[in-house]
């Protein structure tokens, strides 16, 4: 770095000497950071954010071939102790559903073999956290904690409620019982300061801000709203690699992902940089459209406002037959000309799967509806598939999903949010967890329901207090049900629920672990069950084996 001129601690704008390094560097290369902290402060303003197409990144990693971006690490902890420090541009009285956006600090796009390691990325604080001095009908009055920014005239945008943990002291957590205080942005609403010296901040609550869930004594945290991508953001990448990288705080999403082919992480953290409050208004990892292997190890994921790790995959419905062996599909959301894998295709009849072998899947076009694939069946379809059968192509989604020794904690939304089939969650670790820790099956927005998922010896404690965000009256620790309108006849499939430990030490989180609907071949055995009157609760379930 230093020969492109990128000194760490020194206070100066890196972007162009680390952009240079990077463009300099070839194929097969490793570029090393120092440990310290490159600092990333050029202007964040509207013109940079107005066209989203990975150029506008303060960092770009493009069109490589198995390069490496290696940071330094602490030997005695561990951590990772090169930072990429991003500085953000703070507007007062900005308007949430007029904010630009604010672009990503690291972009990394069509690479064939991406790692990342030692390294952590932060944004300049974009949201703040205050202990409640007063709330009634009309304002709510904070002081804030040290540390955290007052910036006068911020927007409100995904709040939290906390409180102490007298448990595990020194820590705050999310306060058990209780919603968020706002869901998603609320829309003209502020901070003022009122006292810099005193630390104190209100805001002049409308509607049902702030609806009476905080009390004095707790803490309230929120953010600022702003648009943006990914903290870091990679698109259309063959085999992308993420060890012991650390994100401290994002603008919506941490890590957004798409288009990839083959993700493999292994101590990913994150998390607040000081391990308090809230980390991001959105997703830690949010992984859209991607295919082939998804393999994450020892992650630690900490404060997201919504939900910690969420995979999708991509439904269909039937086009136009040729014949028995050849017809068109037309995908549920555009996937633009993403290639299908040659994998089975999934029909759906009476929420049943029919599994048909591929030939040959080529893709045909796209709109904003849905993409075309042209598919040659290895034998003849059913006979019930017509031109509104729905399916899944498994080539445009995940091949499979493993987590496995990892922790979430304190989440304002999901731990683990799956839309895709072929997932394996195991010895992972959930706690005050607001929404259901594992979620299953489609929504209005996500058509893909899954089949052959096994969750084993995973724990799961103080969660769900909250019914699910689409299904106010289902809460399960792990919980299953398909919103969907056009592919409602998807019913989750091969389901195994074992070797697990549900805990609930409070009234509030009392409510059975397994809530499952719309649910077909299930395997429950094997669980042990702490704090609960009744340990599963089944609704519109075929093929169920319940051993608990």
Not at 53 to 66: D, F, P, Y
Not at 242 to 250: D, G, K, Q, R, S
Request: hydrophobic share 35%.
């Amino acid at each position: 770095m230093a020969k492109y001129g990128a000194y760490p601690n020194d206070g100066i704008d890196d972007e162009k000497a680390v952009q240079a390094a990077i463009d300099a560097a070839g194929d097969h290369t490793v570029v090393v950071f120092a440990a310290g902290t490159y600092n990333f402060s050029a202007p964040d303003d509207p013109a940079r954010g107005r066209s989203l197409t990975g150029a506008e990144a303060h960092i770009k990693v493009s069109g490589k071939t198995n390069m490496t971006l290696r940071g330094a690490v602490d030997e005695t902890t561990g951590e990772p102790t090169t930072v990429f420090d991003r500085n953000l541009l703070f507007y007062t009285n900005q308007p949430i559903s007029s904010s630009f956006n604010r672009v990503s600090i690291l972009d990394a796009r069509n690479n064939h073999g991406v790692k990342i390691e030692n390294i952590a990325f932060k944004n300049k604080l974009h949201y703040t956290v205050g202990k409640v001095l007063s709330i009634d009908s009309t304002t709510i009055t904070v002081e804030i904690v040290k540390g955290y920014p007052m910036d006068n005239g911020c927007p409100v945008a995904s709040a939290n409620v906390w409180t102490w943990d007298g448990v595990n002291e020194g820590e705050e957590i999310l306060k058990i019982g209780e919603p968020s205080v706002t869901y998603g942005d609320n829309v003209g609403h502020f901070f003022s300061l009122l006292d810099a010296e005193a630390r104190t901040m209100q805001c002049v609550k409308k509607d049902n801000a702030f609806y009476g869930k905080a009390s004095v004594g707790d803490y309230v945290s929120w953010h600022y709203g702003w648009n943006a991508q990914g903290t870091v953001y990679m698109s259309k990448n063959i085999n992308i690699h993420l060890e012991n990288v650390h994100i401290y705080t994002a603008l919506r999403s941490a890590l957004f992902l798409s288009y990839n082919h083959n993700l493999y992480f292994n101590e990913l953290e994150i998390r607040p940089e000081n391990n308090r409050f809230s980390m991001s208004p959105r997703d830690g990892v949010h992984a859209s459209r991607n295919t082939g292997e998804f393999v994450s190890d020892n992650m630690y994921i900490k404060g997201t406002r919504l939900d910690g790790y969420v995979v999708t995959g991509t439904a269909a419905t039937v086009n136009i037959i040729k014949d028995s062996r050849r017809f068109k599909f037309i995908t549920d959301q555009s996937v633009r000309d993403f290639s299908c894998l040659n994998t089975p295709l999934y029909f759906y009849d009476n929420n049943i799967r029919h599994k048909v072998p591929v030939k040959r899947v080529n893709y045909v076009s796209h709109s904003s509806s849905g993409s075309v694939y042209n598919v040659v069946t290895a034998r003849d379809i059913p006979s019930f598939v017509d031109n509104s059968t729905t399916l899944i192509p498994s080539g445009l989604s995940p091949v499979t999903v493993i987590v496995k020794n990892s922790t979430f904690k304190s989440i304002g939304g999901a731990s683990e949010l799956y839309f895709c089939d072929n997932v394996y969650s195991s010895n992972n670790y959930h706690e005050n967890i607001m929404y259901s820790p594992v979620r299953l099956g489609a929504n209005i927005t996500r058509n893909h329901t899954g089949g052959n998922l096994e969750f084993s010896n995973n724990e799961y404690k103080d969660c769900a207090w909250e019914g699910n965000f689409y299904k106010k009256k289902q809460h399960g620790y792990i919980s299953a049900f398909n919103l969907s309108k056009v592919f409602s006849n998807m019913y989750v499939t091969d389901l195994v629920i074992q070797n697990n430990k549900f805990i609930s030490t409070t009234s509030a989180t009392s409510m059975p672990p397994i809530e499952l609907d719309e649910v077909g071949n299930v395997l429950i055995r094997n669980n042990s069950y702490e704090g609960f009157d009744k340990y599963v609760q089944l609704w519109d379930v075929y093929n169920v084996t319940n051993e608990d």
